[in-house]
Structures are given as C-alpha cells and as structure tokens.
C-alpha cells in the first residue's frame, strides 16, 4: 500500500468514526474570511453524520489590520444563522456562535461587543496575526537560541489573559502556537513544559471557563487536538468542569473531522458531558456511552507549579 493509499484509508476508517455524535461545537461558514462553506452545506453533512446538533462559530477580529475585522455586520451574521436554524429545525439543531479573537490590548473592544450582541455560544481565541513572531516566515528565527518554554511563554500568556477575562463560555485551541511551531518541535516538547499549561487551566477553573478540545490539530501538522488528552486530564483533576469540542471546520472535508478522537479524550478526561450554552443557559450534552467505556487518561505525571503561582480553588 502506498502512503497515499494508507492515508486515504485512515481517512475513510476516520469518516465512519466521526458519525452518530450529538455536537460539534467549532465551525466556520463563508461568513469568515478563511472559510468557504455555506451554512445549508454543514446542516446536510450534519444530518448525513448523525450530528445532532452544530454550533457556528465564525471569526470576529478587533485589530483594525485583522482578516475578520468589520469583515460581515452582526446582523448579517445573525440572520443567517437563524433563519437556517428555522429551515433545518426538524432535522438538526443549529446554533449562533462565534469565535472571538482575543489581545489584550482590545479586551475592552471585546467586552463592549459582548454587551451589545448577544450569541448562543461564544469561543475566545487566541490567534497568529501578522505581527506575532510564530508565523511561517519567522518562527524557526524565533525559536532559535531560546530555551523551548521561553520562546512559546508569550503566547500562553495571552491565553492566560483571555481565560482571565472570564468573557467566553470556552477557550478554543489553548495550544494552537503547536500548529506553527511543528516543523521545530515536537509535541513532546509541549508534554515536557507544563508549567506553560498550568495558569492557564488554573484560570479557567478560577474564572468557571470552559476549554475546548479542538481536533483540527489531528489534521494539521500537530498531529494531536488542541489541547492534548494529558492536559484534558489534567484540566479534570484541577477542578475543570466545563468542556466542549468541535472540528474547527473550515472546509465541507474537514466537517467533524477527528471529532470522535476528542470524545475520547474528553472521557478518558473524566467528563461525561459536554456543555454549550444555548441562548442564556449552558446545557449538558452526554458524551456517548461507547467512549465514557474506553477508561480514562493519565495526567501529566509531573506537573510543575511555578512558586510565583498561589493556590487557586480546584487545586
């Protein structure tokens, strides 16, 4: 078998996994500029799968020199959603998210859009913009010469800030710099550094946040979710009680690609729900009994508290 054939077996044996799930809670339609699929796409793969309910998440920026600053008006965004919502009613369940990107410097920005539009789901992000120093073409000169946790601290402090804003219901991707810094190291590296991991679930537990499990990284050059089911399991024994997880879709393909891997690993997490939140209310959402059976994950063996860090609740 050549590794074209082995991969596009893989992939089949994946799509028959990636069926019978009751939520993918990530996607993108061609209302986000790096996406190209229309929302009626999504609902008919949805029902064609077996997932019973999607939440569309589309990108919103707040740095003027974003992709998706001012890139489509909320309302436009809203009654998309919403009438698809009504024509799909009886068939699958559609929700309107979004994906915030989160700076600190436009925290502000964001908490004032917050008041002033409402969403059923909301996911802060933290992304790669054009003057971050993990893009393609900087990276490899940034990683250069520094030990691994100090050259990736910046990003996960940003993380931290989000979580600490307490703005979203969950965090998406709180690992995503691994897609950029993948061809320089490994995901090993990541393992080894828990004391990148550990405010940033401390200040999802302190702020009641909840944290994705994004299976877009299965897809990418990671080659594991966002984050992975070590720091999932950690994220547990720390006091996390609120999880989610959606395949980050921003092709018709990747549609609820690798989402059964994230099942797993939200059960060998110790959960046995997800939670969304549907207008005003966070809803818990059963993880199907086929995974919870597969047992659970080990934590990170070693995880390091740094003595500047005080004891959070869920400790």
């Known amino acids: 078998m050549t590794p074209h054939q082995a991969r596009a077996a893989d992939d089949q044996t ?46 919103v920026d707040f740095d003027p020199g974003a992709p998706a600053y001012a890139y489509v008006p909320f309302e436009t965004r809203e009654r998309v959603v919403r009438e698809a919502a009504e024509r799909w009613a009886d068939r699958v369940a559609i929700r ?30 933290v992304h790669i913009g054009p003057d971050s120093p993990y893009r393609a073409e900087t990276v490899a000169a940034w990683l250069e010469g520094r030990p691994f946790a100090e050259a990736v601290e910046p990003y996960f402090r940003e993380v931290e800030a989000a979580a600490r804003s307490g703005l979203f219901d969950v965090l998406g991707h709180i690992d995503f710099v691994k897609r950029y810094t993948a061809q320089h190291r490994t995901a090993a590296d990541y393992a080894a550094a828990p004391e990148l991991y550990e405010p940033v679930l401390r200040a999802l537990v302190e702020t009641g946040t909840g944290l994705e499990v994004n299976t877009s990284g299965l897809r990418q050059a990671a080659g594991e979710t966002y984050p992975s089911a070590a720091i999932v399991a950690w994220f547990r024994e720390l006091g996390g009680r609120t999880i989610t997880a959606g395949s980050d879709a921003h092709r ?20 046995g729900e997800l939670t969304v939140r549907r207008a005003d209310r966070r809803h818990a959402v059963s993880v199907p009994d086929r995974f919870l059976a597969q047992g659970r994950s080990p934590a990170l ?11 959070l609740p869920g400790a």
Do not use: N
């Open 14 to 59: 994946r799509a028959a996994d990636d069926r019978d799930l009751p939520l993918d809670a990530h996607l993108h339609t061609d209302l986000s500029p790096d996406a190209d699929v229309p929302i009626d796409v999504y609902a008919a793969m949805a029902i064609e799968r077996g997932i019973d309910e999607i939440a569309i998440t589309d990108h």
């Open 96 to 125: 309107f998210g979004v994906e915030l990107t989160y700076q600190r410097r436009h925290e502000e920005a964001i908490r004032d859009h917050l008041r002033r539009y409402r969403y059923d789901f909301t996911i802060g992000s």
């Open 252 to 271: 018709a393909e990747s549609f609820a690609f690798g989402l059964a891997e994230g099942y797993r690993i939200v059960a060998g997490g110790g959960f």
């Open 301 to 311: 063996s070693r995880p390091i508290r740094p003595a500047t860090m005080p004891d």
